[in-house]
């Protein structure tokens, strides 16, 4: 099964370019199986829909309803869509790759866009919550305490960024963090190049959570 672990829509990015449905058909057209859906999830994107309309408490129910919308045009089509995020904290241009959050955690996002790295990598430890940190060697990107971390993405497939992949992935094996690889998908271009390849199949979150956590998986890049 392959699957891309880092993929953008224009619903709930800013810097997308293709809504979630055309995504799921250009991924389906690639050969790919499925992907997970990780939008930006930070205080700024409450705040952009907040000026248009739809008020900040609603802001992680806004997220769940169109990721729901694409998992349910993937169904129809027999693609998995899985529900992830980019997580990005107040006052940091870092953004962290987080898989298995619970949704009674999420809805309590406008207090922890506020805590940083140290304190949610506590709480996703005590949650089961796989938190990485993304494409961390990029420029204006810092790189935080191993320690905070479940992993690292060692390759983003992203076109228009130097993301530095062989300095991120000497550092994940430097400090025995978890390694995963993501295309970054924002537009026609990004489809389909980087991901996971593992054997079997899975339908949910928590199955490729497990898969995750065990490394059972190969990366792919194109």
Not at 102 to 127: H, R, S, V, Y
Request: proline residues 3%; charged residues 25%.
């Amino acid at each position: 099964m392959k699957i891309d672990l880092h993929v953008h829509s224009s619903d709930l990015s800013l810097c997308g370019h293709m809504s979630a449905r055309e995504t799921i058909d250009r991924y389906i057209e690639a050969g790919f199986d499925g992907f997970v859906l990780t939008n930006h999830f930070s205080r700024e994107m409450a705040e952009h829909f907040d000026r248009h309309g739809i008020p900040q408490t609603e802001y992680f129910a806004h997220y769940k309803a169109c990721y729901e919308k694409a998992r349910a045009y993937g169904e129809e089509r027999g693609f998995l869509v899985l529900c992830g995020y980019e997580l990005r904290f107040d006052g940091s241009s870092n953004d962290y790759l987080v898989y298995g959050m619970p949704d009674e955690i999420a809805a309590d996002c406008l207090q922890f866009f506020g805590i940083g790295p140290e304190k949610f990598g506590k709480l996703a430890g005590e949650n089961g919550i796989l938190f990485y940190q993304a494409h961390p060697f990029r420029n204006h990107m810092k790189v935080v305490n191993p320690a905070c971390l479940f992993g690292m993405e060692i390759h983003n497939g992203n076109p228009r960024h130097d993301s530095r992949n062989d300095i991120a992935s000497a550092w994940a094996k430097k400090f025995d963090l978890h390694k995963i690889a993501g295309s970054d998908c924002h537009q026609s271009e990004d489809v389909a190049v980087a991901g996971i390849e593992f054997e079997g199949r899975i339908s949910t979150m928590e199955e490729l959570c497990e898969i995750l956590r065990e490394d059972r998986y190969k990366i792919y890049v194109r």
